[in-house]
Nanobody, 118 residues
C-alpha cells in the first residue's frame, strides 16, 4: 500500500522554525485531503492543519497564524511550515492523507518528533 514518510522533525529553540515534510510513495497527494496531526503523552491526537484537494485549509486555533500547510503535487509531498514555535508545540507530528470518496484511501505516516526548548 501507499506509505507516508515524515521528515524534518528535531530539536528547535522557542521562537524558531521548522518545516516538516511528508513524502508519499504513490501519487495520492493531489486528489485527496492532506492533514497534519500531533500527539503528546496523555493527550488525544489533535488535528493541526488540513488542506483539501481544492486547496482549502483549516488550522487548529492554537497554531493559526504560525503554521502553514501546503503540498507539492508533482513531488507527492505534503509540508507543514512551523514558525514561532513554543514548548507547547512539542509533540509527535503525523502526516495523514485520505479520500473523501472512499475510506480505502486513508494513510498515516509513522510520525516525526518535534521538541521545542524554552
Amino acid at each position: 500500500q501507499v506509505q507516508l514518510v515524515e521528515s524534518g522533525g528535531g530539536l528547535v529553540q522557542a521562537g524558531g522554525s521548522l518545516r516538516l515534510s511528508c513524502a508519499a510513495s504513490g501519487s495520492i497527494v493531489s486528489g485527496n485531503v492532506a492533514a497534519w496531526h500531533r500527539q503528546t503523552p496523555g493527550k488525544q491526537r489533535e488535528l493541526v492543519a488540513r488542506i483539501t484537494n481544492l486547496g482549502i485549509t483549516n488550522y487548529a486555533d492554537s497554531v493559526k497564524g504560525r503554521f502553514t500547510i501546503s503540498r507539492d503535487n508533482a513531488k507527492n509531498t505534503i509540508y507543514l511550515q512551523m514558525n514561532s514555535l513554543n514548548p507547547d508545540d512539542t509533540a509527535v507530528y503525523y502526516c495523514n492523507c485520505y479520500s473523501t470518496y472512499t475510506n480505502v484511501i486513508n494513510y498515516w505516516g509513522k510520525g516525526t518528533l518535534v521538541t521545542v526548548s524554552s
